[in-house]
């Protein structure tokens, strides 16, 4: 057996294994790998040695008393078998915490109490629930096991990047949606993650809509833009692509404070050094780059696709209106390929400026090579005016000093190069894009989550996601996908 460093210790306490006869007292020993536990402290000769790994199951056993709910013990897997370990609670919190990303635990309803479902996708229901410890509020997204199992290998590939990807930016709860726990039961994969208690942009171009309102002001727009290049630089300096920006996926979490505006959603994302894509071709109509939809086989694509779709928001931001219009899924789809982007839009000196309009061309240019990053977005001028550089802290972590290459007027040349250049592909690779654009998804199921969890309101109090939706050809592939009844902006697409 290899050798066992103590300074690499990070924490330790003594537990205890009840015998029938007599209890036996071990010593813990946690490391960034593996815990270990043996009857002497520092010993080389461990009883126990628990890898951490995804496939390694924690269970948690609670006790009621006066105080209220303690964790007592834990179980934990040895030689086919559930050891259990008794402890003081304090000690076993603090355990928790520290292996909760490296392990999957499994007792979920031991330890949260469902208040409501607050959404619902084709794969999962996202619910509201009680932490029993602490009476803390988190959401919880159930996965169905039954619906990665239809996807074959590819399912389960994506469900773990999935939860890779939720790992790696844990540590940046300000920009992300932060998962706290995974678990698993017999029908569900279980990822709790934090509860953010403010709405959705969409909810917002929602409420504005309703009171006559097709914009937010100018200030508050750029407030949001600028979290969101923030956030999309944080994502990519990790070399992960979102893949399904949109103003669904943008979530602020508080009320009333665009400040805290967070990316959601990465059932979609990737990782960028990846040597060949889940689902290369998907998104959203209308929020698509164009290098998604002419994909050749075997190419690949970079964060820059994360740009276009954030310069799709960018426009509405500014007008009001989708980029890609329609009130169709085949609309917007449509559109959405055409890529026609009309820039000449009337100055009105407050939303539309040669600024504003600057950093949107460089947004949406067709070429990813001419896009901008999110990094220099960050620096662009359209943020300099009346805006206040103090709301952002992170931004000076991103910000690169100016250069005044980076924003000058788009040259006529680039962009003639650019739009002869995707034309030649667009005409080359148009049969190939119509027939291998989307594959068929299976039919959602009712997700039936352990105990308490199948028993709560199938009317959810607040909609995370758009669920009016169904199955339909695409009269431009001949593809069977999701049609969408409300608004094309919602429906993912899949390859």
């Known amino acids: ?288 780059a164009p290098e998604i939809l002419a994909l050749k086989p075997y190419n690949k694509y970079t964060t820059k696709v994360d740009i276009f779709s954030c310069g799709c928001i960018f426009y509405k931001l500014l007008t009001g209106k989708n980029l890609f219009g329609g009130i169709s899924f085949d609309e917007a789809l449509k559109q959405n390929r055409m890529c026609q982007i009309e820039f000449n839009i009337p100055i009105d000196q407050h939303y539309i400026t040669e600024q504003s309009i600057n950093l949107l061309q460089q947004m949406l240019m067709k070429n990813p090579k001419y896009r901008i990053s999110a990094k220099d977005a960050l620096s662009h001028p359209f943020f300099d005016q009346n805006f206040d550089q103090n709301i952002f802290q992170q931004v000076l972590m991103f910000s690169p000093k100016r250069s005044s290459k980076t924003f000058l007027n788009v040259k006529q040349e680039e962009q003639q190069s650019d739009m002869d250049s995707y034309q030649e592909d667009k005409i080359s690779n148009e049969k190939q894009v119509e027939e291998s654009n989307f594959i068929q998804l299976p039919k959602s199921k009712r997700c039936s989550l352990m105990g308490d969890f199948s028993q709560l309101s199938q009317s959810p109090s607040k909609l995370l996601l758009d669920i009016h939706q169904f199955y339909q050809k695409d009269p431009l592939s001949g593809i069977r996908c999701i049609k969408v009844t409300q608004s094309p902006q919602v429906s993912q697409v899949l390859e």
């Not at 071990?26 to 790998?33: K, Q």
């Not at 479902?117 to 039954?146: N, P």
């Not at 290049?229 to 996926?249: E, F, M, S």
């Not at 009333?256 to 959601?264: A, C, E, I, K, R």
Request: contains cysteine.
């Open 1 to 288: 057996m290899d050798y066992i460093d103590y300074t690499e210790i990070r924490f330790s306490f003594i537990g205890v294994r009840k015998h029938f006869f007599s209890d036996k007292q071990y010593y813990v020993s946690v490391f960034d790998d593996c815990f270990i536990m043996g009857t002497t402290s520092n010993t080389q000769q461990p009883k126990y040695t628990i890898k951490f790994g995804f496939a390694t199951k924690i269970r948690w056993n609670i006790k009621k008393t006066k105080q209220g709910l303690i964790i007592d013990s834990f179980s934990f897997p040895y030689k086919q078998e559930m050891k259990a370990l008794s402890a003081n609670h304090d000690n076993l919190i603090k355990f928790k915490e520290m292996i909760s990303l490296k392990v999957t635990f499994d007792n979920i309803n031991d330890l949260y109490q469902p208040l409501s479902q607050i959404g619902k996708g084709i794969s999962a229901k996202v619910y509201s629930a009680t932490y029993k410890l602490d009476q803390k509020i988190y959401a919880i997204k159930a996965i169905e096991k039954a619906f990665l199992k239809q996807q074959n290998e590819s399912g389960q590939a994506a469900f773990k990047m999935e939860v890779s990807v939720l790992k790696t930016l844990a540590k940046y709860p300000e920009n992300f949606l932060t998962l706290k726990e995974i678990y698993e039961g017999d029908q569900v994969h279980c990822l709790v993650t934090s509860y953010l208690e403010g709405s959705s942009l969409t909810q917002e171009f929602d409420r504005l809509k309703a009171a006559d309102i097709y914009r937010f002001p100018i200030h508050q727009a750029k407030i949001i833009m600028k979290k969101l290049l923030t956030n999309l630089a944080v994502l990519h300096q990790n070399k992960i692509i979102h893949r399904d920006l949109k103003p669904d996926n943008l979530m602020f979490s508080k009320k009333n404070d665009y400040s805290t505006l967070v990316l959601v959603d990465f059932g979609l994302a990737t990782s960028e050094s990846m040597e060949k894509f889940l689902f290369p071709k998907c998104g959203t109509p209308g929020y698509v």
